[in-house]
């Protein structure tokens, strides 16, 4: 990688004059299949690809023809700058693991780029939902995600906020959970949130990929399963709402995340599974939104959703028993907060979870960078004191299907200055996003149903229409 400066005065007039756009892309996990249309086109039709040299490595298949900047790990604010410095010769596209806005690249592209109204933020299949589907594990009610990584989080922050997630049970995503030379902070984490049955995945979407359930007791007591956890490992912590069902690899019942809307949210597994497939299932409006990409017969069932989801269910097995294969569609990814946890809890044979963008990952995107730190999910706007709570311990929370009237109690203890989104049908027809601060929100008293409300991290301002989110790098490097 050539050598970079850090960003300067004369860097920003340069990136506010060009024309070039910025993409901050979300690369999935790792596997090709997990990668979706819109970030692979991103990258194709950039000049440039400036990211962490093994993220690269995993995206090595889009990069023939293309001049390439990478740099090790800790240099992100390096990274960053180098993509700034760029733009004035062509576009770039700067590479996230993951999703930009889950630890990733977001906010610190937006802030650098002095011109956040012209980056484009692509979502990406994040770690932990690709973990969950893996395992056959789903979220209904709530999770909240942490790092335990302190080098840009002070510790008394982090264990501040796995105590309040513990008091109520909340399923807990932990990244980062251990490194060489730091070990003791997953012992601190586990005993706070008490005796637990813990999932633990290794290299998720990736060669060596490894997923297994023990137990929070059983990772206190014995070291030699610790030894197992690095950088590279997710530790969920399951709890309140959390249903575990047979996942398998491959199967002909598939329960297929098709993402927010939009067909290029769709990642190329997805794709590959709908194409193989006799029969989809699903919601109409998830039908109509695959539309000509199979031709695979599309079926919807009516009636109260417990009913629907069995139909499907029943039909799908029949399939499969004659040598089929068959989908069932959920909105989003499939492990939060859809329905196909009922498939999970009610099929007998292994079901393959084929994960997808998450909502609340669209609606970030759209925002800018609102989450880029600890963050906490809610399937409802029915607890107005664990809202508040969480946003008051520096999480930002996503609470969905919010209706208009729900927004005042959600909002009344949240700070009037902290920005907040609501959002809704992103990345479909007729989507509407409002991006303000809390107290703006209050006063505008949307009306409506379906919204998804998103209260951004702490250290979050609003400018040029994002939301900008600082992380912490201020206190690593000098920029």
Known sequence: MPSVSKPTERMAAKAGQSRHKLSIVGIGPGSRELRTAAATKAILSADFVVGYKPYLELISDLLLGKQVFSSSMGKEVDRVAAAVDLLEKGSVALVSSGDPNVYGMAGLGLELSRRPSAVEIVPGVTSFTAASCHAGLAFRECVAVISLSDLLTPWPQIEGRLRLAAETQMPVALYNPKSKRRDWQLLCALEICGSRDVLVAKNVGRDAEEI?????????????????????????????????????????????????????????????????????????????????????????????????????????????????????????????????WRILDQAALPVHISPGVSAFSSVAARAGAPLVNDFALLSSAHDPARLSALAGAGFAVVAYNVKGQEIAPLLQEVDPKRPVVLAQDVAREGENTMILTAEELLAAKPAGFRFTLLVASANSRIFEGRIITRRGYESKYCY
């Open 212 to 340: 297994f359930y023990t137990s929070s007791q059983k990772l206190i007591e014995e070291e030699s399963l610790r030894e197992r956890i690095n950088m590279t490992s997710l530790v969920i912590i399951l709890g309140r709402g959390t249903v575990r069902g047979k996942a398998a690899p491959e199967a002909a019942i598939n329960l297929v995340g098709i993402g927010p809307g939009d067909p290029k949210n769709l990642t190329q597994e997805a794709l590959s599974i709908l194409q193989a497939s006799q029969k989809i299932y699903g919601a109409q409006r998830y039908l109509q939104l695959i539309g000509e990409l199979t031709s695979a017969q599309k079926v919807t069932h009516g009636g109260p959703c417990p009913e629907r989801m069995a139909a499907r269910l029943k039909e799908a097995k029949q399939i499969a028993s004659a040598g089929g294969k068959a989908s069932i569609l959920t909105g989003g990814d499939p492990c939060i907060f859809s329905s196909g």
